[in-house]
């Protein structure tokens, strides 16, 4: 069975760069492994991230990253099981997205999403509208 987990959290302020690329390096590689997709996204001093897979695979994993300390306040958005995997045509592997042009290129594929009827896209749609009018 499948499902996904969606959440918003805080940056660790102190986080430096290069910190922030093994992160994501790391992410990448360990989710390309264990057929893990979906996407992280850094926007400004927030984190948003979608993970679809395996239901025991994408609840071990969401409890790592609860606990990791280079984020912090995560705020749950979505936790259900699901059909099908929204993020699979991404063929790049799992997608990481750290400058605004790309998280318009984002939106452009969930609205894509939309049109299909895929599952979730409405909401996926609305919180990355709402981090995109943060601020
Ligand atoms: C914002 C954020 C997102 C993360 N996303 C993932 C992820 O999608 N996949 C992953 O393997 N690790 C992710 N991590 C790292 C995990 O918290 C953890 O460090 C990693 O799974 C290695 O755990 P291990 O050393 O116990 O195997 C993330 C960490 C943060 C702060």
């Given amino acids: ?44 001093d927030i984190f948003f991230q979608i993970i679809e897979g395996d239901v025991a695979t994408i609840d071990s994993l969401f409890e790592k990253i609860k606990k990791d300390n280079r984020h912090s306040d995560i705020i749950e958005l979505l936790n259900k099981p699901i059909s099908q995997l929204s993020f699979k045509a991404f063929d790049t592997g799992y ?22 009827h895929f599952e979730n896209s409405t909401l996926f749609l609305k919180i990355i509208e709402d981090l995109l009018t943060t601020d």
Avoid: R
Wanted: glycine fraction near 4%; charged fraction near 20%.
């Fill in 1 to 44: 069975m499948l499902k996904s987990i969606c959440y918003k959290s805080q940056v660790k302020p102190t986080l430096s760069i290069l910190e922030f690329e093994s992160l994501f390096n790391q992410t990448q590689t360990s989710n390309d492994k264990s057929n893990i997709t979906g996407v992280l996204v850094k926007s400004k």
């Fill in 95 to 116: 997608t990481l997205i750290d400058d605004i042009d790309e998280l318009y290129g984002l939106q452009i594929y969930i609205t894509d999403l939309q049109n299909n």
